[in-house]
C-alpha cells in the first residue's frame, strides 16, 4: 500500500519534506496542511519588501498549490488548521477555516512543522490599528499598506533582533524617523558586547535613535484608537505613529504538546538525528524543534531558515522509509544593518564561558581585501578557541564587506572540529579585488596560535573601556603608536612609547613600568605584537597585549557613551 503521509504546515520545513518525501517516493501519498494563505514564502525577504528594496511582491512567493499538486503530486490545503493528533488512531483533524467545517485525515507518517509563534506580552493598548508584527506575507501586505496610505512619519520597534534590525533599517530607508527599543543592555544578544558596539553605531549613522536597557510598558492612544506613545520602565514615552513589535518568537508546540509527543529542556519538540519524534511514525522539524549544538553536544534552539530546510529534507525522506541524518547547527547567522553586517558562527564568548569552557579569544581589525587596492573595508573579528586543545568553539565578524565569505569559512572549520591554528594554514583564494595573500581568517589563526601557546598575553579591551586602566589597578598602557597618532586620541593616563624608539627606551620602559602590570597597544594590534616581542627578549616581565587595540577599545568607549546619551535622552 501506498504510504500516506501528512504534513502540518509550509514555509520551509514543511515545503522541503513534501518535496523530498515525493523525490524518494511517488508512489506516496502526501498532503499538506498549512494555516497561513501561502504554501512555501521568503519570510527572510519581507523586511526588503517594506523598504522597497524589492519591489515586486511576487518574488517573495517560493511557489504555489498548483505548482505544488503539478510539479511533485503533493495536495495542498491552504487556510487550513490542525486540531489535534490521535496518536492511536493515526488521524489529525483539520478545520477549514474558511468554510467553517472540520475534517479528519489518516495518516501512516506525520511531521509536524508548525514553526515558531512571535511572542506578544499583554501590552495595554496593542489592539490599535497602527500596532504591527513581520512573520508573514499578510503581515507584510498589512505594514506596506499602512506605509503607502497614512505615511507616518515616526516609527518604534521594539525588539533588537534580526526582524528588529531589519525593519529599524527598512523604516530609515523609507525616510521615517525610528526608534529602536530594546530591554537588554544592546542589540543582537546572541553577539558579545565587544562586537555588537559596531552594530549599534551603524544603526546610529542611518537616523536609529537606540533605547536600551528598558522595556514598553504600554501604548497610549488617541481618540481614534490609534497609538501615539509608548511608555517605557521607568515612566518615560516615545512619541510615534507605527509600532512594530519584533521582540522574538517560540516554538510553536501546542499540537505535539497536547498529543503527548515529548519536548525538551529548550521547549522545542524533542528529536532524534532522523528527526523523529518521542511517537513512532512522527516527525518534526524546523523552528518548532530543536536540534543537536555542534559545540557543546547539547541540544538547542535555533530558529533559522538554513537548518529548516535541511531538517524538513531528512523528516520527509525518513518519513517515506529512508534513513538520512541531520547532524547539527552551529546556530550560524548574518543580518544587515545600515552599512554594518554582523555574523556569527558558533558559540559567543558568554555562551562559551556559561558552557564553562576555558576561552582564548582573539580580536583583528584587518581589511577585507588587499589595502592597496581601491575600496578596502574594515572587517571586526573575533574569534574563540578553547585553552589546551585549542579547538574552535565560535566567530563574530562585524564589516561592510566581505563578511559572508569569513563567516561560511569559519563555520566550515568549526563544522570539521578544526583548531585555531588549522586557521592560519587554510589556502584560501586570493587577488587584490577579493582578498590578502594572508586572508582575515589566516590572520585570525595566527594570533590565535600566539595566545594558546602562550606566546602572548592577552588584556581585554572592555576592561579597559570600563576605567581599569589607573594605578590602583596597578596597570599602566603603553601606547607604541606614533606620537602624531597619540596626541590625537588615546586611552587616558596611557603613556607613548613609539615603537620606533622603544629598543632606544629600555631604561625608562623598565622605570616606568616598574613592579605594574604594562598593556601595550596600537591601532589594531600589530605593532603592539612588534614590541611585547621586542620587550619580552629584554626579560621584562608581567606584558600584556591589549586585545583589538585601540579601535576595539575606542568602539566599546562609544559605546558606553551611547548607552549614556540614552539613557539621558530618555
Given at each position: ?537 629584554r626579560g621584562i616581565q608581567g606584558l600584556k597585549a591589549l586585545l583589538g587595540g585601540f579601535v576595539s577599545f575606542k568602539a566599546l568607549q562609544g559605546k558606553a557613551q551611547m548607552e549614556a546619551k540614552s539613557g539621558n535622552e530618555s
Amino acid at each position: 500500500m501506498p504510504t500516506k503521509l501528512v504534513i502540518v504546515g509550509g514555509v520551509a520545513a514543511g515545503a522541503s519534506a513534501a518535496t523530498k518525501a515525493r523525490r524518494e517516493d511517488e508512489s506516496a501519498e502526501i498532503v499538506l496542511v498549512e494555516k497561513g494563505p501561502y504554501v512555501s514564502y521568503a519570510n527572510c525577504g519581507l523586511p526588503y519588501y517594506i523598504s522597497g528594496e524589492i519591489e515586486d511582491r511576487g518574488k517573495l512567493l517560493v511557489t504555489t498549490p498548483q505548482v505544488f499538486e503539478k510539479h511533485f503530486n503533493v495536495k495542498v490545503l491552504l487556510r487550513h488548521e490542525a486540531l489535534g493528533v490521535n496518536l492511536h488512531q493515526r488521524t489529525l483533524e483539520v478545520r477549514d477555516l474558511d468554510k467553517g467545517q472540520t475534517i479528519e485525515l489518516s495518516y501512516d507518517a506525520l511531521i509536524l512543522a508548525p514553526g515558531a509563534a512571535p511572542i506578544v506580552p499583554p501590552f495595554p493598548g496593542k489592539d490599535a490599528p497602527n500596532f504591527f508584527q513581520l512573520r508573514s506575507v499578510p503581515d507584510a501586505d498589512a505594514l506596506y499598506e499602512f506605509l503607502s496610505v497614512h505615511k507616518p512619519k515616526k516609527a518604534l520597534v521594539v525588539g533588537g533582533g534580526f526582524i528588529g534590525l531589519e525593519c529599524a533599517e527598512a523604516f530609515a530607508h523609507r525616510g521615517l524617523e525610528v526608534t529602536l527599543v530594546e530591554k537588554l543592555e544592546h542589540v543582537l544578544p546572541n553577539l558579545d558586547e565587544d562586537m555588537v558596539a559596531y552594530v549599534e553605531g551603524a544603526l546610529e549613522k542611518i537616523g536609529v535613535r537606540l533605547v536600551l536597557g528598558r522595556g514598553v510598558q504600554a501604548f497610549e492612544k488617541n481618540d481614534q484608537g490609534v497609538i501615539v506613545k509608548a511608555l517605557l520602565e521607568g515612566g518615560d514615552a516615545i512619541e510615534c505613529d507605527l509600532v512594530l513589535l519584533a521582540i522574538g518568537v517560540r516554538p510553536d508546540t501546542k499540537l505535539a504538546k497536547e498529543a503527548g509527543i515529548a519536548v525538551g529542556e529548550t521547549g522545542a519538540i524533542k528529536v532524534n538525528d532522523r528527526m523523529e519524534t518521542s511517537v513512532s511514525g512522527v516527525f518534526a522539524a524546523g523552528d518548532a524543534v530543536e536540534s543537536l549544538n555542534l559545540v557543546t553536544g547539547k541540544s538547542g534552539w535555533f530558529a533559522l531558515a538554513g537548518p529548516a530546510n535541511q531538517q524538513g529534507r531528512v523528516a520527509g525522506a525518513n518519513a517515506v522509509g529512508k534513513d538520512l541524518r541531520f547532524k547539527g547547527t552551529l546556530g550560524t547567522f548574518i543580518v544587515r544593518a545600515g552599512k554594518a553586517v554582523a555574523a556569527k558562527t558558533g558559540l559567543s564568548e558568554k555562551e562559551a564561558l556559561k558552557e564553562g569552557y576555558e576561552v582564548c579569544k582573539v580580536l583583528i581589525h584587518p581589511e577585507h581585501h588587499a589595502g592597496y587596492y581601491p575600496g578596502a573595508k574594515s572587517l571586526h573579528m573575533k574569534v574563540l578557541a578553547e585553552k589546551g586543545t585549542a579547538r574552535l568553539l565560535g566567530a563574530q565578524i562585524v564589516g561592510e564587506e566581505g563578511v559572508d565569505k569569513r563567516v561560511d569559512v569559519l563555520s566550515t572549520a568549526l563544522f570539521l572540529r578544526a583548531t585555531i591554528q588549522d586557521l592560519g594554514d587554510l589556502n584560501l583564494a586570493y587577488a587584490p579585488p577579493f582578498g590578502s595573500a594572508r586572508d582575515p581568517v589566516n590572520q585570525a589563526g595566527l594570533v590565535g596560535s600566539h595566545l594558546v601557546s602562550g606566546e602572548i598575553d592577552s588584556y581585554d579591551p572592555v576592561r579597559a573601556a570600563k576605567g581599569d586602566n589607573g594605578d590602583d589597578d596597578g596597570v599602566v598602557f603603553l601606547d607604541v603608536r606614533a606620537p602624531k597618532e597619540f596626541e590625537e586620541e588615546h586611552i587616558p593616563g596611557a603613556i607613548n612609547v613609539p615603537l620606533s624608539v622603544l629598543r632606544q627606551s629600555m631604561d625608562k620602559l623598565k622605570e616606568v613600568i616598574g613592579e605594574k602590570q604594562a598593556v601595550l597597544y596600537c591601532g589594531v594590534g600589530y605593532r603592539s605584537y612588534l614590541a611585547y616581542r621586542a620587550l619580552k627578549h629584554r626579560g621584562i616581565q608581567g606584558l600584556k597585549a591589549l586585545l583589538g587595540g585601540f579601535v576595539s577599545f575606542k568602539a566599546l568607549q562609544g559605546k558606553a557613551q551611547m548607552e549614556a546619551k540614552s539613557g539621558n535622552e530618555s
